[in-house]
């Protein structure tokens, strides 16, 4: 195969499967590592990919463009079973309080919590305020602001105001990026502006992501990687990059 016929193959590979590492296009196409990183190099200067820690995601990783709920709630969810069954280890005791964010893994997680294990649970998110309606074990408390669409979670000025209230045991949270260089980030400005207010608010701060949410970045940043304490994913995750993102601050647990 010449390296030009390469080079595509592996943009068309990049673009349907999301996320490639450097050692797996060199194992399927039989290649050095250094010969991909020339490849992805080539790539990435024609605009067809985006060059990350250990890989490469297509080129619109790096967007301000947000996928709605619904959109992103059939991608990967094999992954966030595994993530979420992983995340219920890190409840907090019967009688802590929790906030929960908005995201199709955390409202997994909401629908997930058990019904004999007291929680205080504070959310922004309709949809995992309505998968806790419900359970007799959740003290549930919706917090205030404009419901956007995209998300269906409440913003705004109201919402990080009602945040700023509170100090919770966990916060369990999700994010559309997490990047060394970039940390932790999501397209829209006030959902990002919720997202910090919620890393403030918390003692313990969890991260639900699955593997294609890393190196990937979106417009706004909303925290450092230092200010997270657990990141959960799934062993799709390049093994590099895990221990760069350990490296940088948080514990990060395979599902």
Do not use: C, W
Request: charged share 25%.
């Amino acid at each position: 195969m010449y390296a030009e016929e390469r080079q595509q193959s592996i943009a068309r590979e990049v673009a349907s499967e999301g996320r490639l590492s450097v050692a797996e296009i060199a194992e399927r196409y039989d290649v050095t590592t250094e010969t991909v990183r020339r490849d992805l190099t080539a790539l990435e200067q024609l605009g067809l990919v985006r060059r990350v820690h250990g890989g490469a995601v297509p080129a619109a990783a790096l967007t301000t463009l947000e996928t709605a709920v619904g959109e992103r709630d059939v991608a990967n969810t094999a992954a966030k079973e595994r993530i979420v069954r992983a995340a219920l280890a890190e409840l907090p005791p019967a009688g802590a309080s929790v906030l929960l964010d908005a995201g199709t893994t955390t409202a997994r997680l909401a629908a997930m919590l058990p019904t004999n294990h007291r929680l205080v649970v504070y959310t922004h998110a309709v949809p995992v305020a309505a998968r806790l309606a419900t359970n007799p074990a959740v003290e549930l408390h919706l917090l205030p602001g404009r419901v956007r669409t995209a998300t269906q979670a409440a913003v705004g000025a109201a919402t990080v105001g009602a945040v700023g209230l509170l100090r919770v045991d966990v916060a369990f949270m999700g994010a559309n990026g997490i990047s060394l260089g970039h940390g932790l980030s999501t397209p829209d400005a006030e959902e990002a502006a919720t997202k910090r207010a919620f890393v403030l608010a918390a003692e313990r701060v969890v991260v639900l992501a699955d593997a294609s949410k890393v190196g990937v970045e979106a417009a706004v940043r909303f925290a450092e990687l230092d200010q997270v304490d657990l990141i959960v994913t799934d062993d799709a995750v390049d093994a590099e990059e895990r221990s760069a993102l350990e490296a940088a601050g948080p514990e990060v647990v395979i599902a």
